[in-house]
């Protein structure tokens, strides 16, 4: 499907790597997650109120909330939005969209 | 930055859908059958990329944490269309299947990291390097990611503060707490774009004669001559 010469697969090799070691230190060592909006959030009192319940929340596999598990999903949820991402790509590749 | 079910007001979620959906048709327009095939594997890969480099949290000021956008990049690397794309995926799906972002508040994070945080920072590339004619590039490309970021924020905040009383902090601390907190990711944000770009400038100059924004560069180009 992908017409990659040997430089580009090096170069795809390194960016999912990448990617995978992010993942790791998202789980391992940056995981505590408390941004400005969620500050302000706290000293609101403000609820979320979640309209549709997310199958993985939190980034975790529900009943299986541990370090494994958030790399597991973590890595196939990345190749899966790498897979996403190529598919949306081809598409507008051959796209009718434009005039 | 990603702003979940309920923190929105009515009309704030119907005007910022209404501006997503435009972009969203004048992007898949733009971009529609003019994708080159190389640029497809490249888009694959910076969504997973920026994808995975959203989850890692790293401490900022006052006990409070911040993760990458990467919208900077995908907009200069990708150009504003399909970078903005591009996002909107990373953006869909982590609404879809984390939580991360309300689906109420969709329009308004597509609007804030999919389009300002991409679009203006591949603008701002695109207009220092007519006026510098490359010269530079690596502290426009900086300029370009701080101001892309904060930019987001200052969005995020403003839709926050107009969306009283279900959030109840106006404008006139919504839009400084996220614009101050956001500088520092912003400085984080222009190093790490620069730093990727420069990488790539060097190393696979080849990689960038797709871009829009950055196909004119010399070095560029000359990589686009050597392989013809």
């Known amino acids: 499907m992908l017409n990659l010469s040997e430089k580009d697969k090096q170069i795809l ?36 109120s979640s309209v549709y319940q997310a199958p993985f929340p939190d980034y975790m596999i529900p009943d299986f909330e541990n370090e494994v598990g958030s790399i597991l999903l973590g890595i196939l949820s990345t190749l899966a939005i790498f897979g996403v991402a190529l598919g949306v790509g081809a598409l507008l590749k051959k796209s009718k969209f434009s005039e | ?49 920026f994808f995975a480099a959203q989850m ?32 909107t995926i990373i953006l869909v799906l982590q609404a879809f299947l984390f939580g991360d972002g309300g689906l109420t508040a969709l329009g308004a994070n597509v609007l804030n990291m999919g389009i300002i945080g991409v679009v203006i920072p591949a603008l701002l590339v695109l207009t220092f390097n007519k006026i510098t004619k490359g010269k530079g590039l690596l502290i426009w490309v900086f300029i370009a990611a701080f101001v892309g970021d904060v930019l987001a924020a200052i969005f995020a905040g403003v839709e926050l503060g107009l969306s009283q009383p279900v959030f109840q902090y106006g404008l006139n601390i919504a839009v400084p707490a996220m614009a101050i907190n956001h500088s520092v990711i912003g400085v984080i944000e222009g190093v790490v774009t620069a730093v990727l770009v420069g990488s790539l400038l060097k190393l696979r100059p080849d990689v960038l004669n797709k871009s829009s924004i950055l196909k004119g560069l010399p070095a560029v180009k000359a990589s686009q001559e050597k392989k013809e």
């Open chain 1, 13 to 48: 090799a390194i960016g999912l790597t990448a990617a995978a070691i992010f993942v790791i230190l998202g789980v391992f060592v940056f995981s505590y997650s408390m941004e400005t909006l969620d500050v302000q959030a706290e000293e609101l009192g403000a609820q979320e």
């Open chain 2, 56 to 87: 890692v949290n790293y401490p900022i000021i006052g006990g409070t944490t911040a993760h990458l956008l990467g919208g900077a990049a995908l907009g200069i690397i990708l150009g504003p269309f399909a970078g903005g794309i591009s996002m």
């Open chain 2, 1 to 49: 930055m990603h702003i979940p079910d309920g923190f929105l007001s009515l009309p704030i979620i119907i005007i910022t859908f209404a501006i997503t959906f435009i972009f969203w048709a004048i992007a898949f327009k733009r971009v529609g059958g003019k994708l080159d095939e190389r640029k497809v594997p490249l888009m694959g890969l910076l969504t997973a990329l």
